[in-house]
Each structure stands twice: as structure tokens, then as C-alpha cells.
């Protein structure tokens, strides 16, 4: 008998362990303020545990309204392992692999121990990708003036279209520009806390993205290799 030197346990195509299991991590967020991120998807080998990064998906709710919206400038989508970008997934400005619609299959292998994260992450205000599709396409203005404070106030803008509550609006421009959240409206008014001052007429434009999610899968296994080296130690 001639010995083939193939280890029965592995698949013959790719060399991952047949009893491999199998990982999907997934999880949906309210978009992230400026400066700030949110991890919507993690996973963590445990020691002695090898494992490959398989697929990855992405949603956010203005795609689901309309797909020709995959450009997602202002917004910072990032896989992380252990804290370091993962190859080629440094940091991505667009919809690569839609949500509910399957990504094309890959293998990025992850270490032992290895800690997964997929986070989405926004600039801030008034950098040079602090803006982009997460803004509505329409827009109006405050004639008066807006004194900042905590407490909420209610103003006339020009328009009322398309402003109705919990809809997030940037108001102003420059260094004082700021994001509210609508809590009440009317035919004729609207009412937020505005916590910067702001001279009229003030700029007012609505935000259309606001809820984003992230799927990650992929397969781990027991790596023997691990095992045996701690037993040599010991």
C-alpha cells in the first residue's frame, strides 16, 4: 500500500478540520454620534482555537429604502482583530456586501485567541468626511436667532416638510454646527434642545441614515498544535 500522507481528519480542498464549527455574529445599532463608534458584531476565539473569517455583510436603513445608495462617505466601516485592522477590510466608505443579500465567500485567517470586532465609526463634525449620504436631500432655514441651552425650544423654520419627530437635524454650520433630535412638531413648528447658539438665518438639513448593522461569519477549530506546545511547557 502506498501512503498518501493525508490527514483523514481535514478537508481535502481548503485543510480546515471536518468538524469545524461555525460562527455568526451579528447585531444592529442607532447610528453613532461625530467622533464616536459603535460595534455592531463580535466574536472571540477562545484559547487553543484557530479560526477564518468567511463573510461579512452590512446594512444600514437608507439602503433599505433605496439600493442605489451603497456610497457611505462620513461613515468608517472597520473589521478589527485584536484591535488591528484586518487585511483587506482597513476602512471601508461604501456598501460592499449588502445585508440579506450574501457577500462573495473569502478566508482571512484568524490566530489563536483572536478577538473579532466589526464597528462602524464616524468623523467628526466639520472634518473633511464628516458629511455625506446620511444627509437628506432637502433643506430649509430659521430666520431668528437660536439661543443654546438645555431646555427645549420650539422654532419656525421656513419649511416644515419632511420634519416630523425623532428625526435628527443638523442646525447651523461651522464650529457651533449641531445635531438635534426633533421631539415635537406642527404644521408650523418644531421643538429640540439646542445646545450651541446660533445666528440667523440658520441652516437646517434633515438626516435620512439612521440606524446601521453589521454581520460577520466565519469557522473555528480546536488546533492540537496549541495543545501540545502547552503540554511541553508544562
Not at 96 to 110: A, C, H
Request: aromatic residues 10%.
Amino acid at each position: 500500500m502506498v501512503a498518501t500522507g493525508l490527514d483523514d481528519s481535514l478537508c481535502t480542498n481548503c485543510g480546515i478540520p471536518l468538524d469545524a464549527k461555525y460562527f455568526d455574529e451579528s447585531g444592529v445599532a442607532e447610528l453613532p454620534g461625530p467622533s464616536q463608534d459603535v460595534v455592531l458584531a463580535r466574536f472571540q476565539l477562545v484559547p487553543q482555537y484557530c479560526g477564518t473569517l468567511e463573510y461579512f455583510s452590512q446594512f444600514t436603513d437608507l439602503y433599505a429604502r433605496d439600493p442605489s445608495r451603497i456610497e457611505t462617505p462620513g461613515l468608517e466601516w472597520v473589521i478589527l482583530a485584536n484591535n488591528r485592522p484586518l487585511h483587506p477590510y482597513l476602512r471601508l466608505d461604501r456598501v460592499l456586501n449588502p445585508w440579506g443579500y450574501g457577500s462573495f465567500q473569502f478566508s482571512v485567517r484568524l490566530d489563536e485567541g483572536t478577538t473579532l470586532e466589526f464597528l462602524v465609526r464616524r468623523p467628526a463634525l466639520g472634518t473633511a468626511s464628516g458629511s455625506g449620504p446620511f444627509i437628506a436631500p432637502f433643506s430649509t432655514s430659521i430666520v431668528l436667532n437660536i439661543i443654546g441651552g438645555p431646555a427645549p425650544q420650539t422654532v419656525k423654520p421656513v419649511s416644515m416638510a419632511q420634519i416630523t419627530p425623532g428625526k435628527k437635524l443638523l442646525i447651523g454650520a461651522g464650529s457651533g454646527q449641531e445635531w438635534v433630535t426633533v421631539t415635537a412638531s406642527t404644521r408650523r413648528d418644531f421643538t429640540a434642545v439646542f445646545k450651541n447658539n446660533h445666528t440667523g438665518p440658520v441652516a437646517v438639513t434633515g438626516e435620512m441614515l439612521t440606524r446601521v448593522g453589521g454581520r460577520i461569519m466565519g469557522r473555528y477549530w480546536y488546533n492540537a498544535g496549541y495543545g501540545e506546545l502547552l503540554t511541553r511547557r508544562s
